[in-house]
C-alpha cells in the first residue's frame, strides 16, 4: 500500500512541530532527572518520567514514519541516520 502524498509545505510543517514537541519532551526529561541528583527519583516524579519517555518513544516514531512517508513519495532517499539526525 502506498502511502498517502504529502507536500513539500506539510511535511515541512508536520516535521518542525514534531520536532518542537521532541525538544519539549527532552528538556522535561531533563527537568525531572535533574531535580533528583543522587537521591533517586520518588515515585510519582517517576511516574512523569516514564510517560514522558513513552511519549518522546512516540514522538521519534512519529519522526521517522513521516521521513519514510516522504521518501516513500519519491521525494528523497531514506535518512539512514534515523529521526534525530545524528
Known amino acids: ?10 511535511y ?3 516535521l518542525n512541530l514534531l520536532h518542537q514537541r521532541r525538544e ?3 528538556e522535561h526529561e531533563s527537568n525531572l532527572t535533574s531535580k533528583h541528583p ?4 520518588p515515585a ?5 518520567l ?3 519517555r513513552g511519549e518522546l518513544a512516540d514522538v521519534l516514531q512519529q519522526i521517522g514514519d513521516l521521513e ?7 521525494h ?11
Open 50 to 52: 516514564i510517560r514522558v
Open 44 to 48: 510519582d516524579a517517576q511516574n512523569r
Open 12 to 14: 515541512d510543517t508536520e
Open 38 to 41: 543522587g537521591s533517586g527519583i
Open 76 to 86: 528523497a532517499q531514506p535518512n539512514p541516520d534515523g529521526a534525530l539526525g545524528e
Open 1 to 10: 500500500m502506498r502511502p498517502e502524498p504529502i507536500t513539500q509545505a506539510e
Open 24 to 26: 519539549e519532551l527532552e
Open 68 to 74: 519514510d512517508r516522504w521518501a516513500d513519495a519519491g
